[in-house]
T-cell receptor, first 113, second 112 residues
């Protein structure tokens, strides 16, 4: 998906380590989102950013922080990783009409030991 | 609180046969409704969406969905399935408030 790029694609961490997941878009959309996907649970919203400079909590924000430095980039940070944060993380972007995700990246598969 | 139920965890269908995936939602007002498809190892791709107007919505890849307010449903259909339609399908509900709720997904297997 050339429109939404996530890095890295895979990562293994030890409990207590920190890391930042990066997301960049070239679609010029205002809203950006971070979701986590766990088996049998669909996708759950962690944080979203309605526009550059704003961020808000979603359904499962605990243990995460985000940063929307500019219109293109929206990063997700795990300050002290826990095994419960093992998941697949998706970044998405959305248009201004629906204010909902329209395009997704390919995901970051994160394992925490 | 809004929620989505996809009653079928897994569906197997023969290539060329029709497909219908069920989606029931709970929402206080007129919802925005979405269907997404996810192939293994990939992100989600938007198939179609309903905001208002005609309750029969056409999407990409030959899919359509019908919004039935009286039944709180938004079922996805395809008349003739191709092997490439094997994937996981997610229904989602929300409004224009950035907070979309997803169902748990239905996995579709296509047999030759």
């Amino acid at each position: 998906n050339a429109g939404v790029t996530q890095t890295p694609k895979f990562q293994v961490l030890k409990t207590g380590q920190s890391m930042t997941l990066q997301c960049a878009q070239d679609m010029n959309h205002n809203s950006m989102y971070w979701y986590r996907q766990d088996p049998g649970m669909g996708l759950r919203l962690i944080y979203y950013s309605a526009s550059e400079g704003t961020t808000d909590k979603g359904e499962v924000p605990n243990g995460y922080n985000v940063s929307r430095l500019n219109k293109r980039e929206f990063s997700l940070r795990l300050e002290s990783a826990a095994p419960s944060q093992t998941s697949v993380y998706f970044c998405a972007v959305g248009d201004s009409y629906s204010n909902q995700p329209q395009h997704f990246g390919d995901g970051t598969r994160l394992s925490i030991l | 609180a809004q929620s989505v139920t996809q009653p079928d965890i897994h569906i197997t269908v023969s290539e060329g046969a029709s497909l219908e995936l069920r989606c029931n939602y709970s929402y206080g007002a007129t919802p925005y409704l979405f269907w997404y498809v996810q192939s293994p190892g990939q992100g989600l791709q938007l198939l179609l969406k309903y905001f208002s107007g005609d309750t029969l919505v056409q999407g990409i890849k030959g899919f359509e969905a019908e919004f039935k307010r009286s039944q709180s449903s938004f079922n996805l259909r395809k008349p003739s399935v191709h092997w490439s339609d094997a994937a996981e399908y997610f229904c989602a509900v929300g409004s224009n408030d950035y907070k979309l709720s997803f169902g748990a997904g239905t996995t579709v297997t296509v047999r030759a």
